[in-house]
């Protein structure tokens, strides 16, 4: 019984057999207005296609609907026999045929499919879909593949005070006879495109238009989000930002953007940072945000806006033709919206960004027991859910950037180019990009691919030399290594930079770029030079390695990091610290003294964000218990004078206020967010607005200083959507054992909407609460089994990665969760979060070990 599921092979035989000529779909939105809400809506497709072999069969996917006429060449066929397993039979098929099939299909409240909004600031209805990676079937009749691209006309109707959005341009809404409460908008055909790219958006949003004025023409630009944001949506900002990107792309892709129009619209309860729909992107709203944001957020939501439009070309243009090279869609468009934002934007240290936060998350996944080859073998859909994670992204994009280096940027470009040219508009595998990079770089990448994408690890790259009687290298070599379980062993093209101490700067004297390959590589360069106080490996960051730093370096790095002058090779000296703390090479005292002595001058906006909430884990997790209270004690203070001594109105401030609130344990600490939120304690500079508020309710709720009657004064301060979603998060990180049960029992309720669940998941289970969390190891457990199906893929994923109570990390936890692992029944995708948990808590208890020796 397949279910949802849909194999490789499946899908291989239907794309052999079929090929689809037009999709007309036609939906009825008028039941989703807020009075008469039926929690469906009317959707009829007609799909015409050709097959190869008349007289053969296949099917057609469609999920959660209630169907009620099928019809194929003018023949009825019986929905009660036809449709079964989310699949639609098509028995006897023709060299040419007419499906259409008329039925109600189910609104989302999970994100997936079309997911239906009421906000609760003013009742406005909103709807957008989100279809990748199967989901369009919730919505019309498809063939759920993207290699059976085709074109689709929309036809929407809905109520007339509505906007609604789709791949082609918005049409004119042209009215109902008799029904001045309804219009339909018929959309013209789009380009042909795969089926999870296409979209529809409709409700109340509130619509800003501009124009892009490009080398190959214009192109309209538009902006949405709800009524209830619009104070907050900075278009110009955006306009700025997605202007500079067209012209970006437009002239290294060398190829017109193909979709005509480009919509970007703020979304509402969304489960990801945004989605590449041809023409119609989808954003979360979180992106427009109410109160102050560091840096680092609008960095961040610079290159969503980025990544989205890369894939225009790289996924909407050209497309995987099955979602074995999903890892490749995403991982290009991860090195490409960097790669933008860095050259087009004002964020010109975007790389660094990147060193500092988003290869960070790559390198932790590789590290897991649920690490996997950047090119994953998605046998079915079931292998894709379980496999769109940070490798995909975040190791991938490292490893893009490092073929880059390998090949030369020009080359790489050269062969993008002509791959645009050769597939756009079709379908190309992974094979067909490294044909047309060999090709553009006079290099053979077999090999290349390989090491890096057929196998899973991470390696370490270590200096290894000798000293003559006057402090120069005798010999040089780096040292490659890699974790037992993963032990190959890669070609890297790396950067070496030596760095000396001059009038108090750490100045870069020399950089050398070699080859590493095997387990030692001398490098000869560097033989005869005078040891530098700080010998950096992978300086540049062209790598994808761990580094580790030489004692002399290590003693730079900890005695004044920051003496730097430039951020990235920070970020690489934070990283490999951070690495050995993590890995019980460094203890945690010394990481957290070398963060409280130079985070206040680091100047890389997500240096500043992601170094101390990795801290506030290190303190929590990776410390000696009995050390634990000292630690604890020393980083909250050592946070309130990074917070007194940041410059007034600095990223700084905001972000060691809000590590201060998530650090705060002692008296001194509660009283002054207490006196922040009641403004008898003021720091200069720093402006308590809504959503630092809400931190500091939650951070006092945690810690039992506040209780319900304040977390709902708040609400009442703050009556919005994000209000509800920071109140429930408050509620449940109270360390009470009703707060915790509460929360859990809401947690694990279907009703509860994706992003209310999402906060409350984050929140609860705390560090210091451990007597109440005790019963959440076994609940955890039974999650495990059950809320995949039960709350669905993404909502149920997302409480198995962040739900695990880490707080009770122990030998008997980890004896728990093997003996759990060893027998259960649970779905794959929950079994590797169960699997990760475990890895998290070893790594954890031997970073603890670690502390307790030293
Ligand atoms: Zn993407």
């Known amino acids: 019984m397949p279910g949802t599921n849909l194999t490789r092979d499946e899908a291989a035989t239907r794309a052999a057999l079929l090929d689809v000529t037009s999709y007309a779909i036609d939906l009825d939105l008028t039941a989703a207005t807020a009075a008469e809400h039926t929690g469906t809506f009317g959707s009829t497709t007609t799909i015409a296609f050709t097959c190869r072999e008349p007289g053969a069969e296949t099917f057609a996917d469609l999920v959660d609907a209630q169907v009620h006429e099928i019809t194929l060449n003018g023949e009825p066929l019986d929905p009660a026999t036809a449709y079964a397993d989310s699949r639609i039979a098509l028995p006897g098929l023709q060299a040419e045929n007419v499906l259409v099939v008329r039925a109600d299909c189910t609104y989302s409240h999970t994100g997936e499919g079309l997911h239906r909004f009421v906000d609760p600031t003013d009742d406005r209805v909103y709807l957008y879909s989100q279809f990748e990676v199967p989901d369009a079937r919730r919505v019309f009749t498809t063939f759920e593949q993207p290699d059976l691209k085709a074109p689709f006309t929309f036809t929407v109707t809905a109520p007339s005070h509505w906007v609604v959005v789709s791949n082609s341009p918005t049409p004119e809404p042209r009215a109902v006879d008799g029904d001045a409460g309804k219009a339909v908008w018929a959309f013209e055909p789009t380009q042909p495109m795969s089926t999870y790219i296409t979209a529809i958006v409709a409700g109340e949003y509130h619509a800003e238009h501009d124009v892009y004025e490009g080398k190959h023409g214009s192109i309209p630009l538009g902006h949405y989000c709800r009524q209830s944001l619009v ?20 002239e290294k892709f060398d190829f017109p953007y193909p979709f005509g129009k480009y919509d970007q619209l703020y979304v509402p309860e969304y489960n990801m940072g945004a989605m590449e729909n041809a023409g119609c992107v989808t954003l979360r709203d979180e992106y427009l945000p109410r109160s102050r944001q560091p840096r680092s957020f609008y960095e961040f939501r610079t290159s969503v806006i980025t990544h989205e439009m890369a894939h225009m070309w790289f996924g909407d243009l050209v497309t995987m033709k099955w979602w074995d090279d999903l ?40 590290q897991l027991p649920s690490t996997h080859p950047i090119a994953a073998d998605n046998v079915d859909l079931h292998a894709v859910e379980v496999n769109f994670d940070m490798i995909t992204y975040a190791k991938g994009a490292s490893v893009l950037k490092q073929l880059v280096a390998w090949v030369g940027l020009d080359p790489f470009v050269a062969g993008l180019r002509q791959y645009f040219k050769d597939h756009a508009f079709g379908n190309a595998t992974f094979a067909d990009l490294l044909a047309a990079l060999e090709r553009s770089s006079g290099r053979e990448l077999g090999g290349w691919a390989q090491e890096w994408l057929q196998t899973a690890g991470v390696n370490t790259l270590a200096p290894r030399f000798e000293l003559d009687g006057e402090g120069r290298y005798t010999s040089f070599s780096v040292e490659q290594s890699a974790h037992p379980d993963q032990p190959t062993l890669r070609r890297h093209r790396l950067g070496i930079g030596l760095y000396d101490e001059v009038g108090g700067r750490l100045v870069r004297r020399e950089y050398v770029e070699v080859d590493v390959e095997g387990a030692s590589t001398a490098v000869e360069e560097l033989v005869g030079r005078e040891q530098p106080a700080l010998l950096l490996l992978n300086d540049e960051d062209h790598a994808y390695a761990k580094i580790r730093l030489d004692e002399r370096s290590l003693a730079t790095v900890v005695s004044g990091l920051s ?95 809000r590590s201060y609130a998530l650090a705060a344990h002692g008296e001194q600490a509660v009283a002054d967010l207490r006196g922040l939120l009641d403004g008898s304690f003021t720091v200069e500079g720093l402006s308590v607005d809504q959503d630092l508020r809400w931190e500091l309710v939650k951070n006092l709720a945690r810690t039992g200083a506040i209780g319900e009657a304040e977390i709902d004064a708040e609400l009442d301060r ?57 019963p959440y190891l076994e609940k955890y457990l039974e999650a495990a089994d059950t809320a995949i199906d039960l709350l669905g893929f993404h909502k149920g994923s997302v409480v198995l990665e962040y739900g695990f109570p880490k707080a009770l990390a122990s030998a008997e936890t980890v004896a728990r969760l093997d003996a759990w692992l060893a027998d259960n029944d649970a779905p794959k995708g929950a079994q590797r979060y169960v699997g990760e948990a475990r890895a998290e808590v070893v790594r954890a208890l031997a970073a603890q070990e670690r502390d307790a020796r030293s």
């Open 327 to 366: 890892w490749l869609n995403e991982s290009f468009a991860e090195w490409a919206c960097y790669w933008c934002e860095a050259e087009a934007t004002e964020f010109t240290d975007a790389w660094t960004g990147f060193a500092n936060a988003r290869k960070q998350t790559g390198y932790r996944a590789d």
């Open 231 to 250: 104070e907050h949506m900075d278009t110009a900002e955006l306009v700025k930002i997605t202007k500079q990107s067209f012209e970006f792309f437009e």
């Open 718 to 774: 703050d009556p919005t959507n994000a209000g509800k979603e920071k109140a429930a998060a408050a509620r449940v990180a109270q360390p009470t054992a009703a707060a915790k049960e509460a929360g859990w029992a809401a947690v694990m309720d279907p009703a509860t909407p994706n992003e209310t669940s999402r906060e409350m998941v984050f929140s609860i289970f705390r560090f210091g609460q451990e007597d109440v969390l005790a």
């Open 563 to 657: 003496r730097l002058e430039d951020s990235l090779p920070r970020a690489l000296a934070w990283g490999a610290a951070w690495d050995m703390t993590r890995d019980g090479e460094m203890r945690t005292t010394d990481w957290v003294r070398l963060v409280l002595a130079n985070i206040g001058q680091e100047t890389d906006a997500w240096g500043v964000t992601r170094i101390p909430a990795s801290t506030a884990l290190a303190v929590e997790f990776y410390s000696d218990p009995a050390g634990r209270p000292a630690l604890r004690a020393e980083w909250e203070s050592g946070l309130r004078e990074l917070l007194l001594a940041a410059e007034p109105g600095s990223d700084h401030q905001l972000t060691f206020v």
